[in-house]
């Protein structure tokens, strides 16, 4: 099982980082970034441990959920595509070139 990472959630981890370095506490944001990545390796093995996205309700729109943050991906035959990380408490709408 291969992962990929959208741009658009490298952009939310950018975003992840720079928040916390606005407020003060870069070491924060870091440790958020990393504990996320190691999160998203657990797909490798466990691909279908994430819950279904509720606002989709489609088997392969999941997400893990790294409080606070959603990590949404697309679950394939051979791969994940992580396509967002947003927070929780964010209602999630996906531009249609993003499915």
Known sequence: MKIFVSNAAYGDLEGIKEYYEEEGVPHIGKQFITSIIEHVQTLVDNPDIGRVVPEFGEEG???????????????????????RVWRSERLLKLPENEI
Not at 61 to 83: A, K, M, N, T
């Open 61 to 83: 729109i999941r997400e893990l959920i790294h409080s606070p943050f959603r990590i949404v991906y697309l679950r394939g035959q051979d791969s994940i595509h992580v396509i």
